[in-house]
């Protein structure tokens, strides 16, 4: 009966962790996709994104060059924020990122004085996907798309949508892409992003969109906490934060790989540790209390194995264990041959010299089992 109880306590301390898995946790929210999340709540705001990711369908290209004497770099990103790349016939595969690729950067150089000349490719870095790399074990694959309402640090009062894409990986490390979507009316649409900064595997990009304005889903907003024009750009978006800059509790540094304890409510904490502690007491209770025929099964394998019985235990234990032969003997009954002549002893005809359950203290220095 304990044992039924138990199980069912398990259960429904299982089913109450699945409902308590808030997809929100300090502010970051999870999302599946942004195909069927393109609308959303955060933090008490409604967001509608669908009119710009919808807009195109292609995804987006954002380039930019600058000169490197003798040469002329350029950067190149591919993005799309609803599915993996398509792979480019035309060009070589270690040119291109890996299958299974949403965001990629390639850089590539050129000598202006030799027109006739073919930009040379230096590097091919895939920023966000779910990609196939078993040759690399401290990657972990997986979009892990998520979105946060925060205000940059210099001005507490504008508040900027991330959206931000993971699974990237490069030569020195995890990549990802920060799309952070800064509320302006008179933005004409459709818009695209716009290149930011890239600092520590983290590649920042600017999208300016009526869209991307928040409507509030409870009370307003005070009058002077709203802004009446875009606001100029921000230090805090358009350069990286310095070395000795630390990520504050309201911008993690990285939302992956974490403490399996960190991030979660003390409700899930809760039910985490109780579904623990029910695993732990049953698996005690069926170690202590096994059912009869699992005891047989266990006795007969012992016997079949007499390898793993080379250890010897109490008088009281072998008693007991021989009360529960004759019972299991009752109830279901040993096999020809099979009867245990060590516990319940045999006739005198087969016996033999009987063997004492405790050694002879008397017989020699060290105690010994058998001595007559």
Request: aromatic share 10%; glycine share 6%; with cysteine.
């Amino acid at each position: 009966m304990f044992l039924l109880a138990a199980l069912v306590l398990l259960v429904l301390v299982v089913q109450l962790a699945w409902a308590a898995d808030t997809p929100t946790v300090n502010g970051i929210m999870r999302l599946k996709n942004l195909v069927e999340q393109c609308a959303f709540s955060l933090d008490g705001h409604e967001f509608d994104l669908c009119p710009v990711l919808n807009g195109n369908d292609g995804g987006w290209s954002v380039e930019f060059e600058r000169r490197t004497p003798p040469t002329v770099t350029k950067t190149s990103y591919r993005i799309d924020l609803k599915a993996p790349l398509k792979r480019d016939e035309a060009l070589p595969g270690h040119e291109q990122c890996p299958a299974g690729t949403w965001i990629c950067q390639t850089v590539s150089n050129r000598r202006p004085r030799h027109e006739g000349e073919e930009p040379r490719v230096l590097q091919v870095v895939p920023v966000a996907g779910a990609m196939n790399l078993p040759n690399v074990t401290s990657y972990h694959p997986g979009v892990n798309i998520t979105a946060q309402f925060v205000a940059p640090r210099d001005n507490p009062n504008r508040h900027v949508l991330h959206i931000r894409l993971h699974g990237g990986y490069y030569v020195y490390g995890a990549q990802k892409a920060d799309f952070q979507f800064v509320c302006d009316t008179a933005a004409d649409e459709p818009t695209a992003p716009t290149y930011s900064w890239t600092w520590n595997g983290t590649h920042t990009f600017q999208w300016r969109s009526r869209h991307a304005c928040a409507s509030m889903r409870a009370k307003p907003l005070p009058s002077k906490d709203r802004p009446t024009q875009p606001p100029e750009d921000s230090e805090d978006e358009t350069t990286p934060p310095t070395d000795d800059e630390s990520p504050t509790d309201g911008q993690p540094e990285e939302l992956v790989d974490a403490h399996p304890f960190s991030g979660h409510t003390a409700r899930s904490t809760m039910i985490l540790l109780l579904s623990s502690f029910t695993a732990v007491v049953t698996l005690t209770y069926l170690a202590w209390h096994p059912p009869a025929r699992v005891r047989q099964y266990v006795t007969r394998f012992v016997k079949a194995h007499p390898r793993l019985g080379r250890w010897r235990v109490g008088e009281s234990v072998l008693v007991r264990w021989a009360y529960e032969d004759l019972e299991m003997d009752e109830d279901f009954g040993y096999g020809e041959g099979e009867e245990d002549t060590m516990v319940n002893f045999a006739p005198e005809e087969e016996a033999g010299e009987g063997i004492p359950l405790k050694p002879s203290p008397r017989k020699g220095r060290w105690p010994s089992y058998g001595t007559a």
